[in-house]
């Protein structure tokens, strides 16, 4: 699978449901003494589950009460030689320790963490609760995951801006903050925005693809071919399909931005109150244009604040207003053809409920 040519480490990222094989019977008896307890461990617990070395004991009910998978599991009678360890059936996974461990603690221990906008998740969090959602088949964890990606990738070009997406991708990284979808309840980077596109293609996230891509696009192109690191260690790669799809998106996005200025090419506006003023304004801003490089920039989509920060000179009122105006209407041309732009096929309403409302498997 294309997502996980680097997720070898710590992320084993398994395309399959989980099968027999994650479940392997091992000899009975020794387990307390050969694993470390994990982070949650009832001792009144009715099931161990157990990644590498280190297992959780947690209860059946609880499993089963969100997990059509273990509900399956649990009702079908064990083989006398199973696994076990202080009385309790033992399930071997093939997930990583922080993963599971997420899976885990949203289900037992910290539900109001996971699922309440106060509390803002990372992107690994986030990561774990899509993809163990969709391998354990638990619904509520999943949606979870897909809103909050949502928030940072959306459908509606307003909602992007409100994210606060648009905010600092012309910024030099240096001065990135933290948190880049600042008004989102997700810790995103837009380093993220690989993993998102890929885990968008396994799992069928198609709405989430525009703005990922659009993201995407604004890194230089040796950063797009080489990939970038989550911050639990995974390299993350564009296919080469999508790479190139992100490669032509980025020429195109330029183009764009040569667009939403074209305005400053205009003669003043009929209401002008200071032609003269108007006009040199014009000329000035357009040679900070040249002189800043703008138009190597791929950024089409930052607000019309750019008007009077970016281009400093001042018009009059009426030349302000229309000049916003024009740029706004280029920058939703701009939206509106983010799929043209990267190639992909036109937005499916009922195949996207489908996706939203989660209720298929992964393909
Ligand atoms: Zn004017």
């Known amino acids: 699978m294309e997502t996980s040519t680097t997720a070898t480490k710590k992320r084993r990222i398994d395309d399959e449901s989980p099968s027999a094989a994650d479940a392997s019977n091992g000899k009975s008896g020794t387990l307390k003494d050969t694993i470390e307890r994990g982070r949650l461990w009832f001792e009144d617990g009715s099931v161990i589950m157990v990644t590498g070395n280190v297992g959780f004991k947690v209860y059946k009910g609880i499993l089963s009460q969100h997990s ?19 009385g309790c059936p033992v ?6 320790v922080e993963d599971l461990e997420d899976m885990l603690d949203a289900l037992y221990n910290s539900a109001s963490r996971y699922f309440s906008d106060d509390h803002i998740l990372t992107f690994e969090e986030i990561s774990a609760m899509l993809q163990l959602g969709y391998k354990y088949q638990i619904e509520h964890l999943r949606h979870e995951a897909i809103r909050r990606l949502k928030q940072c990738f959306p459908e509606a070009l307003d909602d992007f801006v409100f994210s606060g997406t648009h905010a600092d991708l012309l910024t030099p990284s240096t001065a990135i903050p933290h948190r880049e979808f600042p008004r989102s309840s997700t810790d995103l980077l837009l380093d993220d ?12 996230l198609d709405f989430l693809l525009p703005a990922a891509f659009y993201v995407c696009a604004q890194y230089d192109e040796k950063t797009i071919v080489d990939g970038l690191r989550d911050a639990r260690g995974v390299l993350w790669k564009l296919s080469e399909e999508d790479l190139k799809r992100c490669l032509n998106g980025k020429t195109e996005t330029r183009k764009a931005v040569r667009r939403s200025l074209q305005w400053l090419h205009s003669s003043p506006s009929e209401e002008c109150t200071s032609r003269k003023r108007c006009q040199e304004a014009s000329q000035r801003n357009l040679l900070q244009v040249w002189e800043k490089n703008y138009l190597d920039f791929s950024d089409a989509l930052l607000d019309n604040s750019r008007i009077g920060r970016e281009l400093p000179h001042r018009y009059c009122e ?14 939703s041309v701009t939206w509106n053809k983010l799929r043209e732009y990267f190639d992909l ?8 409920e489908e996706g939203r409302d989660d209720a298929s498997n992964p393909p």
């Open 68 to 86: 059509d998978f273990f509900r399956d599991m649990f009702t079908l009678p064990q083989p006398p030689d199973s696994e076990t360890s202080e």
């Open 91 to 96: 399930v071997r996974v093939s997930d990583s």
């Open 193 to 204: 925005s690989i993993a998102t596109i890929n885990l968008s293609r396994t799992y069928g």
């Open 318 to 331: 009426s030349c302000t207003r229309r000049a916003k105006q024009l740029y706004d209407e280029e920058r």
């Open 345 to 352: 096929p036109p937005a499916t309403p009922v195949v996207e």
